[in-house]
């Protein structure tokens, strides 16, 4: 089992700023990959950004250039620093984590944050 306990959500005005933070516990597989999905109200949740253990960043086009993601392995930690921030980027931003045995394959999801973008 893998606990992800997210932090770091809430309103600001649109051109702000956030950062979101992602603490993972329990059986954490050194190879494992984290990131951050958000679901809008009547959308499906997408992915925002995720990076491997490794350090490999793979980002949603939409994000690219306004959002990093990082991490911290020791720590088990992932950060997502969201700026330029848009009204669209309005959401419940989860937290995730993926890694795999020889023959099964793990997915857990943290509580959610909301980030609200208005004016």
């Known amino acids: 089992q893998v606990q992800l306990v997210e932090s770091g959500g809430g309103l600001v005005q649109p051109g702000g700023s956030l950062r979101l933070s992602c603490a993972a516990s329990g059986s954490i597989f050194s190879v494992n990959v984290m990131g951050w999905y958000r679901q809008a109200p009547g959308k499906q949740r997408e992915l925002v950004a995720g990076i491997t253990s490794a350090g490999i960043t793979n980002y949603a086009d939409s994000v690219k250039g306004r959002f990093t993601i990082s991490r911290d392995n020791a720590k088990n930690t992932v950060s997502l620093q969201m700026n330029s921030l848009k009204p669209e980027d309005t959401a419940v931003y989860y937290c995730?984590?993926?890694?795999?045995?020889?023959?099964?394959?793990?997915?857990?999801w943290g509580q959610g944050t909301q980030v609200t973008v208005s004016s």
């Open positions: 995730n984590y993926k890694a795999s045995s020889p023959w099964t394959p793990y997915n857990y």
